[in-house]
């Protein structure tokens, strides 16, 4: 059972409601927890990445459930843009928030612990290629064009979006792991019991900022987000199941592709949002309807799907 998990997400939102019902300003709340996520994300991360490659060697099938997460990826943007394309009338911004939302999962802040939970070393393995070989490279090419498309603000030129790649920590630590290993560099096994035991406790630090990080919104907008949400969490794991079928996967690689493809609205939508111009609204409604079915959804993905 993965649910021990989800409470974390709970008490986090919990903590959040509590907070701003004691008077202290969301935007103070926002700030630290973005403090937090800054160390996680720059600090512990790579940390873990390190240690996951310097003790797992990288197979093929990192390889193939990276691809699979492309092809899950970029068949959820068709989708999606058909839907509101053709059926519904939504505004440019609206439209921007929506592809983005079906299409980019929490892969990292909630697959990562969900498949750490239920797979153990080997959960974290595919997780990480699952994002930083795939989910990651096209949220800062392929996603940052759909919201220069479609948002008022262009903050940001399509050329940074490599250079912006190669900076993020996780990727480094990922890669000097490798390095490590294939160089024989030895480290003490008692540094590397510090990083596992790191990479299991953190886990449950990175679902509370999930947590603090959702807004409580109202129904207003779930029938015209209804499509949009059937995209994220129930077209886009059927379609990994697909692909992870046709490029042979099996046993956790196999259901790696399916639950990651499951996963809940990424909240970097939220910054992509502010950033872009794209529709803030629509972005914090996705995480949470997604987030919410996610919950109930999760034990037919791990009971039903998954091999």
């Known amino acids: ?19 701003v019902t004691v008077g202290i300003p969301t935007e103070k709340i ?38 699979v997460a492309i092809l899950t990826i970029i068949s959820c943007i068709i989708i999606s843009s058909f839907i509101y394309r053709k059926i ?14 079906s299409s980019f999962g929490n892969v990292l802040y909630i697959g990562l612990p969900v498949l750490t ?12 290629t699952y994002d930083l070989f795939a989910s990651t490279p096209l949220v800062w090419s392929i996603a940052v064009a759909i919201c220069m498309k479609y948002g008022y603000a262009k903050s940001y030129s399509f050329k940074d979006s490599f250079p912006t790649i190669i900076r ?11 390095i490590f290993r294939k160089m024989g560099i030895y480290l003490p096994d008692e540094l590397i019991i510090i990083f596992k035991k790191l990479s299991s406790h953190v886990t449950y630090l990175m679902l ?37 079928t046709v490029t042979g996967l099996s046993d956790i690689p196999y259901n790696v592709c399916i639950i990651q493809a ?10 992509f949002a502010r950033i872009f111009g794209t529709d803030l609204r629509t972005s914090v409604e996705m995480i949470f309807f997604t987030t919410v079915g996610f919950f109930l959804l999760h034990y037919f993905y791990v009971n039903f799907l998954t091999i």
Not at 36 to 64: A, E, G, S
Request: aromatic share 14%; hydrophobic share 55%.
């Open 1 to 19: 059972m993965i649910l021990d998990t989800f409470f974390f997400i709970f008490i986090g939102l919990l903590l959040r409601i509590l907070l």
């Open 30 to 67: 926002d700030s630290t927890r973005d403090r937090i996520n800054y160390f996680v994300f720059y600090y512990i991360i790579p940390i873990i990445c390190f240690k996951t490659t310097y003790t797992m060697p990288l197979t093929l099938n990192h390889f193939k459930v990276s691809f």
């Open 88 to 101: 519904f009338s939504v505004s440019s911004e609206v439209l921007g928030s929506i592809i983005i939302s």
């Open 117 to 128: 939970k239920l797979y153990g070393e080997q959960g974290i393995s595919y997780a990480l």
């Open 168 to 178: 993020i920590p996780a990727i480094w630590g990922l890669l000097v792991g490798l």
């Open 208 to 244: 509370l900022i999930v947590g603090v990080s959702i807004k409580t919104v109202s129904s207003h907008g779930f029938m015209l987000l209804l499509p949009a949400i059937a995209v994220k969490i129930i077209i886009s794991p059927l379609l990994g199941l697909f692909f992870a």
């Open 262 to 271: 499951g996963m809940p609205t990424m909240l970097m939508s939220m910054i």
